[in-house]
């Protein structure tokens, strides 16, 4: 997805500004400093994420621009002056997503977090459930202008099935009188499955009924809206409610992935990876041979690449699977299915390491791993327990093998 913006602005030093700070954060910027040049850059049709748009410029000074931007279906934020009710209106009405006041600098500080929702919101999917097609294809058109992905669903029971299928979704806006499954049973429902931080749940709800925030909130939704609602209102809370979503995935990522291979960490392999830990499972643990003679010669650096470029093969060999970084250099598979097909897939993957150079100066460097696997009935302790046993087998028969049984 693009990450070019076009900022119209005659102000050189306020365009100036605008360009410093969103290049800063990793945009590209087509600068243009009125109507005309804006038209000349257009003319290429560049790809564009949004445009941050001058209201007044001296070769239109009654927002022309914004017209010429929205024809060709671009996002617009707009820059104002001053705060008119009327122009609001007038702009919202014309489908522009917002507007700021450049009354000063700081009043600015509103846009680099928009244009960063923008981008992120490409990551969200979201299903909308409704009875009414008409607000169904409203909510939908506000979501999918700020790059939502939606899905719909009539009621409560249909929106569950297409959760079930679609566990990309990442947000939920619904309502709650409808036929078949209301808003409220359907979210009590999903919340035995899946919590706030998974998934995040808006509830709109035209009722009368002054109890229906705090039913739709303790039922487990994350937020409110009340119908009917103005477009600037329902941005914010959607907004909030994925921005917040964002930071409890990122706080959740930060607390379980090893942050040297990006593979998951012990935490994660016993506690949220071991739900089903009386299963019957295959459990491999892997270590580097003479792991710490690549430290000696080589360097902690390149002692690290190595584990990195470990953790890069398992991923590949075993992309369905949860793979633990469980300490230095010393690994984790936990995995269903065959065991042999599981010891198989070690085999070539144990040779894929062995045949992997890791390259320094002039220098190739080889490293092999030795692997113990277990597939017993016990918790996850013990199915380790022996994997374990059996890794120490592997080293102590000369290393660079797998030992199963
Ligand atoms: N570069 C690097 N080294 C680490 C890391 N974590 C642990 N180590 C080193 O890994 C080495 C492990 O060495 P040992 O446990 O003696 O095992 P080994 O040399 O691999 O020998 P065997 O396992 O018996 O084949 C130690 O020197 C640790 O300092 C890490 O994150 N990066």
Redesign the pocket.
């Known amino acids: 997805m693009s990450k070019k913006i076009l900022v119209v602005e005659d102000s050189r030093a306020f365009r100036n500004y605008l360009n410093q700070i969103i290049t800063q954060a990793g945009y590209e910027v087509l600068l243009a400093a009125s109507y005309e040049e804006a038209e000349l850059i257009l003319s290429s049709k560049p790809e564009l994420l949004c445009a941050v748009l001058d209201y007044c410029l001296p070769d239109a000074q009654d927002g022309e621009i914004i017209d010429l931007l929205l024809v060709q279906k671009q996002k617009v934020i707009v820059l104002t002056a001053m705060f008119q009710e009327d122009i609001r209106e007038k702009m919202l009405a014309k489908g522009v997503l917002d507007y700021l006041l450049k009354d000063s600098m700081a009043s600015v500080s509103y846009l680099l977090p928009l244009i960063n929702r923008l981008t992120n919101n490409q990551h969200h999917k979201c299903l909308v459930v409704d009875d009414s097609i008409t607000v169904r294809r409203h909510v939908v058109q506000l979501l999918e202008h700020q790059y939502i992905r939606t899905l719909q669903a009539e009621n409560g029971q249909e929106a569950i099935e297409i959760i079930e299928k679609n566990p990309d979704i990442t947000l939920v806006l619904t309502d709650h009188d409808m036929p078949v499954k209301d808003g409220i049973t359907m979210i009590h429902e999903l919340r035995q499955k899946i919590d706030k931080n998974q998934l995040a749940i808006l509830g709109i709800s035209g009722s009368d009924a002054n109890t229906i925030t705090a039913r739709f909130l303790k039922a487990g939704a994350n937020d409110f809206l009340n119908k009917p609602f103005n477009q600037e209102e329902f941005y914010c809370r959607v907004h909030q409610i994925l921005e917040m979503k964002e930071a409890n995935t990122e706080l959740f990522r930060m607390a379980n992935q090893d942050a ?1 291979t990006g593979l998951w960490n012990r935490r994660f392999l016993f506690g949220d990876a071991c739900g089903d830990c009386e299963r019957k499972r295959n459990i491999a643990m892997l ?7 690549v ?1 000696d010669n080589y360097g ?1 650096d390149v ?2 690449a190595t ?1 990195v470029m470990v953790a890069n093969i398992l991923k590949i060999y075993f992309p369905n699977d949860v793979i633990a970084r469980f300490g ?2 010393e690994f984790c598979i936990k995995a269903d299915g065959n065991f042999d097909d599981f010891v198989t897939c070690l085999e070539k993957m144990r040779q894929r390491v062995e045949r992997t150079p890791i390259p320094h100066q002039e220098e190739n460097i080889q490293v092999t791993i030795s692997i113990g696997v277990s597939n017993v009935e016990g918790n996850l302790d013990q199915q380790i327990k022996v994997a374990d046993d059996r890794l120490y087998e592997a ?1 102590g028969n000369g ?1 660079n093998q797998t030992v199963y049984q």
């Open positions: 040297l270590d580097i041979d003479f792991f710490k003679k430290n902690h002692g690290d584990i230095g250099e080293k290393r």
